[in-house]
């Protein structure tokens, strides 16, 4: 890895006559896995805009879970080569955010990183007495001596984050300390400078600017959130109110292709029914963690991310034995309150959003990089010193995420229970909660207290079956003959209710009653006429109300005026 190189192809002599641009250095960008390419992508605009260098892509396929890397590479227009060809060719620099594989044998500078938040993980073995060996005798991936020398030798590079890693680089392999750089976190850099894009980012995951956004953050393994609470983002969603709190799921990509895609998708189905905004495994996660009010996370760098940028951060579980003393997950492990899951969850949500302490997590921000807002610049620095050319005269870019690169998936919500309270005769609070996902006995919503609102083409036979209230759409003509043909076909269902492309709500109660209302401002939430109904059910059907013809409901911070109007009388 200190051979030095001569040529490579696009090279600085002799290119084929197919190459157009005549670059003077070429680069290899080793990717190990999907991880690796997400880190690589706030790596690789040092070189932005500099004809001189060319870029070719490898893949060694070394790890265990890969994701299909050079499909995915070939797709974004990366010129890929095989590993073989990777370590027989010659290059002016090689760049790797992994340390496994024969890097050593690649004939070009080396230099290294790590692919997350520093270097945070003690290394896996499958042998019985590594993993009986006490904590503080084990490696640390990426910053000991087994991972960094090869007969005695050290990449050229080793890119740290802070100076704290150097000490501990100077502790676990001192020969490599010569080639140690501080240069920070490029990824934390560009998360500082999108703050402002935060209410894009909202947007984009359709998190209204009054609600709460709660993002459940999970590395990968038996030890993580997911391995060890696998229920827990069902059991946040049944315990928030669904108009006061944004839930999204941030699930490593590790996780992602181990299982598949479509089965990660499957497992969460009645989450993604229940409002869930699920992050894939690509893209937008750093925009998600900026638009956060709370993260609840564990020992991988997504939490670690949070917690620097001063978000409340909770942990549902951070396994000591996975964490290397010293590290910033460490630190994280040490300060951060503990999420109690055998607890109810809503309470410890709010009180973490409304009673977090800034300060609290100063320390782990310091440990996430020296240097922050100057990764470009000195990453940059040291590849040119590497590749012995002089930097480009313009200064080194920090490209912001951008919203557009935040997709989620979700679906829409489709059932509900609700709770409405009155205030008086004409004031009226709701409360709605997801119905596709049951809460723990005595958390969330009690089915007792509440009615159980469906869309009348719910997937699930149980919640369309019994519930209450059932929405479904009609034209005006036809509306009434509409809801009196799915009182028939319901029995459970007290109202069926429909909104009317010209905006009027219009509800039949089992009794033959009809009645409509308006509403200002328009209710455009999901599932919206079935709160209207629920006031119709309650001054129509349980008779506890008088029927004042002008209410107004709240809902979470939204308050709607409700014009209700008795239109037909009871069938004979």
Known sequence: MRRPSETAEPNSTGHPHWITVQSTRTVLIVVHTMTAWNRLADILPIFESDRRIQLMFTFPNVSHVTGDVERQLAADGAVVIPWARALSDKFDLALSVHHSGDLHSISAPLAVMSHGIGYTKLARSEKREARSEKREARSVYGLSRDWLLHDGIAPDAIILPNEQDRKRLAASAPEALPHAVVAGDPCLDRMLASRSSRPEFRGALDAPPDSKLVTVSSTWGPKSLLGQYPELIDDLLSELSCDEHVVAAIVHPNAWFAHGPYQVRLWLANALRSGLRLIPPLSGWQQTIVASDVVVGDFGAVTGYAAALGIPTLLATHPRDEVAPDSIMDLLGRTAPTLHTSQPLAEQITKAATEFDPGALTGVAALASSVPGESAHLLRSEAYRLLNLPEPDHSAVVIPYEASGLTPTTDRLRACRIALT??????????????????????????????????????????????????????????????????????????????????????????????????????????????????????????????????????????????????GGRDR
């Open 422 to 567: 009155w205030d008086s005769d004409t004031e009226a609070t709701a409360v709605r909660w997801p119905a596709d996902v049951t809460p723990a006995p005595r958390r969330g919503a009690r089915s007792t207290d509440t009615l159980l609102a469906a869309h009348a083409d719910h997937p699930r036979r149980d919640i369309r079956g019994n519930a209450d209230i059932v929405v479904v759409e009609c034209e005006t003509e036809t509306a009434h003959a509409e809801l009196e043909k799915l009182l028939q076909d319901r029995p459970a269902c007290s109202v069926a209710v429909t909104t009317t492309p010209d905006g009027l709500t219009v509800m039949r109660f089992r009794d033959g009653r009809t009645a409509r209302a308006e509403t200002v401002p328009a209710i455009d939430m999901p599932m919206g006429a079935a709160l209207v109904a629920a006031i119709g059910h309650d001054r129509l059907v349980s008779a506890t109300r008088s029927d004042t013809a002008h209410i107004h409901l709240t809902i979470g911070s939204r308050r709607i005026a409700v014009r209700l109007s008795h239109i």
